[in-house]
């Protein structure tokens, strides 16, 4: 069974994963077999290790690469950990098997959702700096030869990293007013979408050749508190 599944993947060598993040793991799924395949099942924490080692606290969302590497956004915002305790996790695959779990970036605050495109990793910060007001988030974006897994990469804090392609600001008068930068899909052509939960805005966006964006995100759809996302 789960307990809150986030995400599904089915990454390009065709295995299917979930973010089961009640249960703080990943978990495989093949035919009417679940198997646990990276974290450990019901138990949260901030622990890097090999594959059943490790231990997450809130993994959101996944995406995969073209190697079929699984990246994992651990959340750790709701363990109480406001202090860039967050990182994106690579599950190092191997003949549609898990052989490591490797933290590749520390330093966020809430990693929420994750994304591949080409050579590039996605990720979605939904609180830049803890506090401040109104609330700031964004979007990063990282080149996967430079995610290393013997030596992850330190983000510098507050919004002032250089992997930082979008800021977003969120005005809002209820509780939504400290949430940002949520929910992140790429296009095969390469436009970018951007959920601010906080202004119930999609913003969208084309990303360059260089992997960044050729112009200020854009409004392409907004809701209500009444009718929601």
């Known amino acids: ?39 450990i ?8 290790g090999a594959k059943l080692g490790a231990k997450f606290n809130q993994p959101y969302q996944l995406a995969a690469d073209s ?3 699984i990246y994992i956004a651990d959340n750790q915002e709701f363990a109480g950990h406001g202090d860039h305790k967050a990182r994106l996790l690579r599950v190092v695959m191997k003949d549609k098997k898990p052989v490591k779990v490797e933290t590749v970036v520390t330093g966020m605050i809430a990693a929420n959702a994750v994304e591949a495109y080409k050579d590039r990793i996605y990720v979605t910060e939904t609180t830049l700096k803890a506090g401040q ?3 700031v988030s964004g979007v990063y974006g990282f080149d996967i030869a430079e995610l290393k897994g013997d030596k992850p990469l330190a983000i510098k804090l507050d919004g002032a990293d250089e992997h930082l392609i979008v800021k977003l600001t969120t005005t809002a008068d209820d509780w939504c007013k400290g ?8 296009t095969p052509d390469g436009m970018m979408y951007v959920c601010n939960f906080g202004t119930a805005e999609i913003l969208g966006g084309q990303l360059c050749s260089e992997g960044k964006l050729d112009g200020p995100l854009k409004v392409v759809a907004k809701g209500t508190k009444e009718n929601g996302m």
């Open 179 to 186: 949430i940002g930068a949520n929910g992140l899909a790429i």
């Open 67 to 69: 190697s079929g590497n």
């Open 1 to 39: 069974s789960f307990n809150y599944i986030r995400d599904v993947l089915v990454s390009a060598s065709g295995v299917l994963m979930v973010a089961d993040t009640g249960y703080h793991s990943i978990r495989k799924i093949s035919g009417t077999s679940i198997t646990t395949v990276a974290g």
């Open 41 to 48: 099942l019901g138990s949260s924490g901030h622990v890097n």
């Open 133 to 135: 007001t109104p609330h």
